[in-house]
């Protein structure tokens, strides 16, 4: 079973189609799985409906699909830093469900998990809580949130071995993780892909069952929003 | 004629250093975005507090050095940051999996308005664009202690600790402190009404009374 590709484009060989949802990874622009991003733009396919934390900004991750009218529906906690989104948004060409950050990496988690639903207290008494069932446990209430199971889960890491298990660096590993449980299939892109043997299996952050097929996505041009430092102190 | 500067109420960095006062030894804690990030600059000498960042760190650093930016370490705000010898990173389930578990001990985010039942507004306002949410519904429904630190009013004067909110809620009776720049009001428990319990230097009970349309103790 051979789970790499040569690159983005074959690795989404048979898997893209009109109207279809994906869940992708990242933070911001921080672990976004651009080769992936740039291949789903470059297919054409539309009516996408996304579960991602951030749309991107301008022209860049998601918002370079948004750019080019291919997104129907976005998932997300923050949508700001993104003027083309704002723009299709306010004109309602643009669908979004504002979910809290929490709830949707739990409903990544759960819907990967086989749990098509969970109370939260997140959210009750909030714009968030109409339209769901309302639950007292001990007193309190809570209300149900679903699980979400994508058609594609696309996410970036750090190292894969061979057979897909993934190791993620530093904040980086955000939403990733959650997302790739989540789709029938799950595409990972990686920075280095190393012999099966060369990482500990006690260090494994996502199990390589989770990961169908994988691409080497190096070199990056990792981007930063902001870029804050602070002066070295005087000797 | 000499001209006197008027010095009342707290500047942003003052009210940040007023919301570190309430840190403990051993603190797990979240700050927000803006004066809320100040209050890892008040932390007291000697004392263990470690910040969690919801995009999956325990144990945020401070700003790194030109030649440490790293792409991949960034906090909520999406600021580069360094670690720590303790840090920890971890997915973002796991993130929230502490914070709605009430694993995190105190959180201090920003506000547009509180009410005198402690419900916050911050996320957005309506007519004009939404940003969402982030992080900050699941805060305030799981973390133990809420602080919000906010300018006493908005800037055309109105009060923002009300009666009732009207912009879209955060959270629903979740605030336990609120944080100005000219006072300071706590409640117990929240079945109790807010107390004014602190003064900014120079800042009168009736200034705070004649700037506030919230119903609270004194």
Known sequence: MQKIYPNAEAALEGLLFDGMTIAAGGFGLCGIPERLIDAIQASGVKDLTIASNNAGIDNEGLGKLLRTRQVKKMISSYVGENKEFERQFLAKELEVEFCPQGTLAERMRAGGAGIPGFYTKTGVGTQVAEGKEVKQFDGEDYILERGIRADLSIVKGWKADESGNLLFRKTARNFNLPAATCGKTCIAEVEEIVPVGSLDPDCIHLPSIYVNRLILGAPYDKKIEFRTVREREAA | ?218
């Not at chain 2, 030109?66 to 993130?95: E, H, R």
């Not at chain 2, 006493?152 to 009666?163: A, L």
Request: charged residues 20%; negative net charge.
């Open chain 2, 1 to 218: 004629m000499a001209t006197v500067t008027e010095t009342k109420g707290w500047t942003r960095n003052e009210m940040a250093a007023r919301a570190a006062k309430e840190l403990r030894d051993g603190f797990y804690v979240n700050l927000g975005i803006g004066i809320p990030t100040l209050v890892a600059n008040h932390v007291p000498a000697g004392m263990t507090v470690t910040l969690q960042s919801e995009n999956g760190m325990l144990g945020i650093g401070p700003f790194p050095y030109d030649d440490g930016v790293d792409p991949d370490l960034i906090n909520a705000g999406k600021q580069t940051i360094s670690q720590l010898p303790q840090t920890s990173y971890f997915d973002s389930a796991q993130s929230f999996a502490m914070i709605r578990g009430g694993h995190i001990d105190l959180a201090v985010l920003g506000g547009m308005e509180v009410s005198e039942k402690g419900d916050l507004a911050n996320w957005m306002v309506p007519g004009k664009m939404i940003k969402g949410m982030g992080g900050a519904m699941d805060l305030v429904a799981g973390v133990k202690k809420i602080i919000v630190v906010m300018e006493h009013v908005s800037k055309d004067g109105s009060p923002k600790f009300i009666p009732e909110c009207t912009l879209p809620l955060t959270g629903r009776n979740v605030i336990d402190m609120i944080i100005t720049d000219l006072a300071v009001f706590q409640r117990p428990d929240h079945s109790s009404p807010f107390k004014l319990i602190e003064l900014a230097p120079g800042v009168t009970r009736e200034e705070v009374r004649q700037k506030t349309t919230a119903h609270y103790a004194e």
